[in-house]
């Protein structure tokens, strides 16, 4: 199983800060790694899939970069509604898996 | 436009079977080369993965849930489900219904008290 490690579990951040939250993969996983955002209450909401790939509709200060084993979310200049917790999620090889999570609380 | 809704009981006995569908609306489950897989989430913790099944019927189940989990596609409904067999108070949880990586359903909390 590929376990994925997200740093840091917690980030307290205020607007207009930049955000870096790393995930890395115990093996090789090229660019199935994907992430994202949930609020309290609601379902996971895709930022960046396949490493990289923007989605329609996410604010571009999301951004993936990455490949293989170490990955990275930024978020340019956080604003109030980005608090949140951020989960990757690999599916390169079955079982897929999720990262413990990273928090991220405005100050 | 794509929208995911999973819908079952509330509430579950132990031991027995757990019974979950998603109602796939805007997209044939059967058109283009998708995947359709649930997740869950027990209340204050992380995601965990349970399985997915292809547009072929192909499928693939987490191993730790595998012996009890069973995947499948209603092709006349557009719809697929979970069964969660001998389910415990571990299985307690929210439970996503998802297409391939990017569209999730709202989620639907599931617990198992006798």
């Known amino acids: 199983e590929i376990v994925l490690t997200q740093s840091p579990d917690f980030q307290s951040v205020t607007p207009e800060e930049k955000v870096t939250i790393t995930c890395r993969a115990s093996q090789n996983i090229g660019s199935n790694l994907h992430w994202y955002q949930q609020k309290p209450d609601q379902s996971p909401k895709i930022l960046i899939k396949?490493?990289?790939q923007s989605i329609l509709g996410v604010p571009s200060r999301f951004s993936g970069s990455g490949s293989g084993t170490d990955f990275t979310l930024t978020i340019n200049s956080l604003e109030a509604e980005d608090a949140a917790t951020y989960y990757c999620?690999?599916?390169?090889?079955?079982?897929?898996?999720f990262g413990q999570g990273t928090k991220v609380e405005i100050k | 436009q794509l929208q995911l809704q999973e819908s079952g009981p509330g509430l579950v006995k132990p031991s027995e079977t757990l019974s979950l569908t998603c109602a796939v609306s805007g997209v044939s489950i059967t058109s283009g080369t998708y995947y359709w897989g649930w997740s869950r989430q027990p209340p204050g913790k992380g995601l965990e993965w349970i399985g997915v099944?292809?547009?072929?019927?192909?499928?693939h189940y987490n191993p730790s849930l595998e012996s009890r989990v069973t995947i499948s596609l209603d092709t006349s409904k557009n719809q697929f489900s979970l069964k969660l067999s001998s389910v415990t108070a571990a299985d307690t949880a929210v439970y996503y219904c998802?297409?391939?990586?990017?569209?999730w359903g709202q989620g639907t909390m599931v617990t198992v008290s006798s």
């Open positions: 396949y490493a990289s």
């Open positions: 998802a297409r391939n990586v990017e569209i």
């Open positions: 999620h690999q599916s390169s090889s079955s079982p897929w898996t």
């Open positions: 099944i292809y547009y072929s019927g192909t499928t």
